[in-house]
């Protein structure tokens, strides 16, 4: 192996083929002593709100602490630096993304001069792709090139409140008619583009901004969304004013501007439908901004970055503003303090890894049935199912398990799937799928994910469980996962199968330093 | 076959030959991490872009071809 790459992203493109090995997105569980020489290229999520910036390469840098120790003495290390910011924050005051950034590169700078053999390389000179971010995770595509900075935009008078159309705006699809659990929401594209936006929208609540929501829906269905949605990023308590129903959009505004007691020209109203947006123009003689919606999910950031522009960046927050802001930082506020670990374990204790095993439900069947598709390396059979086989395979009475994944630097949604099925008697069990995206590989979750699953298997009194390895070319990652559980090859029976003795093995206890959030 | 997209497939993939039939299916090298080269590849050598449903649905030889023709390459 010539070159080890740590990384958070898709690279790949980057590097010549065969010459290079990656590691899991930030997975520093394995660390190869063979490599001629190691790369540590760890990138910030382009267009990073700025509340996330210094938890993010606070992170990255308890990551690189604990490799550091472990790349072999003498080979080379080369560490890169993380580029500024292209875009201007929203507010030009908060230099919280641009204080990370030096803050990590310093940090990188420091390390480099107390190791031997350890340099620095700057920031690739390459911009953001948005279609190749959403689909892929890559940062900077090779086709773009870093835009130059330039002098933010600051519209003349800022406008106070952001009026919100919800299908095809706030998310991917339509309500009414796809229903709740089919909405695109987080996950995959488009979802991911439309998290994105919503995210935003919340930068935008944060700095003072009045968010309303303007929807033709039933009202019932759309706070459903909101309130029981785990990908949706926007909740309840963001938005001021609700006008769900079928009348006329104008009226609606009328009613909005009516309620939170300011002046038409200070909305901007955005929906995805032409029509809405010409009727509310016309309707209004142009006070209100009705600014044109991109057509494609992962235009959104442009769009967003224009709304910015001509509608809501500003110098700084007013103590309103600010209030405000302090109201929204409720019982997400994270612990700033700034440790040292030692060890592997230390630190993904520090992570606050919190795990939801639960039953497959109408949200997470879609979500899981795409993880059987497209998880190729912590995946111990390899059984691609659609959403149809899932259902069948549940309809026979058998269990499908989603595990869903957060900790204190954000929520990795629906990561790993479980396919169990039971024999007649009800005494024994069948892993028939099991897996883990590629994304939550590296913390242990794996193991905590299938501990808990036995939990639930014991407490149904089942006493034998069945599980199969079926190598492929991409699984290796998960050889000897069985065995690390406690199974044992079964006898009489091709290499491939394991089985575990629930009656003989004692306890099963899953780390506690993961908080397992109660099964629904 | 067109002689640029032959050499886009063979460096891409790291294969010798690309035959007709060729598709995710039946080329191990033809893989998610390969399937994004190729997109940049195609992209840069006959300047296109492509739609992220365009992308999904690149599944074979074949598919590219007819996504090409239909952006008049």
Not at chain 2, 48 to 56: D, G, N, S, Y
Request: net charge negative; charged share 25%; hydrophobic share 45%.
């Amino acid at each position: 192996m010539k070159c080890f790459v740590f990384r958070n992203a898709t690279l790949e493109a980057f590097f010549p083929r065969g010459e290079t090995t990656f590691s899991g997105y930030g997975d520093i569980s394995r660390i190869p002593e063979n490599a001629e020489c190691y790369r540590w290229f760890y990138t910030l999520p382009p267009g990073i709100v700025a509340s996330e910036a210094r938890t993010l390469v606070e992170d990255f840098l308890q990551q690189l602490r604990l490799v550091l120790p472990q790349i072999p003495a003498g080979k080379p290390f080369e560490l890169m630096r993380l580029a500024e910011p292209e875009n201007a924050p929203l507010v030009l005051a908060d230099s919280r993304v641009r204080d990370a950034v030096r803050f990590y590169n310093d940090a990188l700078e420091n390390m480099a001069s107390e190791r031997p053999a350890t340099a620095l390389l700057p920031a690739p000179p390459f911009g953001v792709d948005w279609r190749l971010w959403f689909l892929a995770q890559m940062p900077f595509s090779p086709a773009q090139k870093q835009a130059e900075p330039q002098a933010p935009a600051i519209p003349v008078l800022r406008k106070k409140c952001l009026v919100l159309d919800c299908d095809d705006t706030l998310w991917g699809g339509t309500l009414g008619e796809d229903g709740l659990g089919s909405l695109k929401i987080g996950g995959d594209f488009p979802g991911n583009a439309f998290a994105f936006f919503q995210k935003k929208c919340v930068e935008l609540a944060e700095s003072g901004i009045i968010l309303a929501i303007c929807s033709k829906n039933n009202e019932a269905d759309v706070r459903e969304v909101f309130e029981k949605h785990p990908a949706m990023i926007l909740r309840r308590e963001h938005i001021s004013a609700w006008r769900v129903n079928w009348n006329d959009k104008a009226q609606n505004l009328r009613e909005i501007v009516a309620e939170l007691n300011i002046g038409l020209d200070s909305l901007v109203f955005v929906d995805n439908e032409t029509r809405e947006r010409t009727r509310v123009a016309e309707a209004f003689g142009g006070v209100l901004a009705t600014p044109e919606f991109p057509e494609r999910a992962h235009d959104l950031p442009v769009f967003v970055e224009k709304l910015f522009d001509d509608y809501f960046r500003c110098e700084k927050l007013t103590e309103e503003d600010a209030a405000k802001t302090q109201q929204y930082r409720d019982a997400s506020v994270r612990n700033e303090l700034v440790k040292n670990f030692t060890s592997l374990d230390d630190y993904i204790a520090s992570l606050e890894i919190r795990l939801r095993v639960a039953p497959a439900d109408a949200f997470s069947l879609p979500r899981l049935a795409q993880l059987t598709q497209k998880t190729n390396q912590f995946n111990l059979a390899t059984r691609r199912r659609d959403e149809g086989e899932l259902r069948d395979f549940l309809a026979r009475g058998n269990a499908v398990f989603s595990l869903s994944v957060a900790d204190k630097i954000g929520d990795l949604g629906i990561v790993g799937e479980a396919e169990i099925s039971f024999s007649f008697d009800g005494k024994s069990a069948r892993i028939e799928n099991f897996m883990l995206s590629c994304r939550a590989l590296g913390r242990g979750i794996e193991t905590a994910f299938a501990r808990r699953i036995l939990q639930l298997l014991r407490a149904r009194n089942i006493e034998r469980v069945y599980a199969e390895y079926l190598p492929t070319a991409k699984n290796a990652p998960c050889a000897n996962f069985l065995p690390s559980l406690g199974f044992a090859p079964e006898d009489d029976a091709p290499d491939s199968c394991f089985v575990l003795d629930l009656c003989a093995c004692g306890e099963i206890a899953v780390a506690p330093f993961y908080r397992l959030d109660s099964d629904k | 076959m067109d002689s640029r997209l032959e050499n886009v497939f063979k460096t891409t993939l790291g294969i010798d030959a690309v035959p007709a039939e060729l598709s995710q299916t039946n080329c191990e090298a033809w893989d998610s991490v390969n399937h994004l080269n190729l997109v940049l590849a195609l992209e840069a050598e006959f300047g296109v872009t492509f739609e992220p449903e365009e992308i999904a649905a690149m599944q074979s030889l074949a598919a590219v071809e007819k996504l090409l023709a239909a952006k008049a390459v």
